[in-house]
């Protein structure tokens, strides 16, 4: 697979078999790389963005309902 892609080269010399990396193939793998870390840092950005409203509306949430441990007028307790 590596050598159909063109990321390594080998040679048979006997039961000799060296292998070397072919460097240029390796630059448009990094490119892809490059542009598939771009698409998850925003796919990133956006899911902690959401969290982070989640998070938000849950406090209000929570601040808006009255205490569980604030006494009722009238009660006895």
Partial sequence: MLETS???QSEK???VRTCRLSP???LGA????QQQRA???ARLDRFEAYVMKLKKE???AAAKR???TTK???SLR
């Fill in 39 to 41: 698409v998850w840092e």
């Fill in 24 to 26: 240029d193939a390796l």
């Fill in 72 to 74: 009722k007028k009238g």
């Fill in 30 to 33: 990094e490119d892809w790389f």
């Fill in 66 to 68: 009255p205490s569980r």
């Fill in 58 to 60: 849950k406090e209000q």
């Fill in 13 to 15: 010399s006997g039961r």
């Fill in 6 to 8: 063109g990321l390594v």
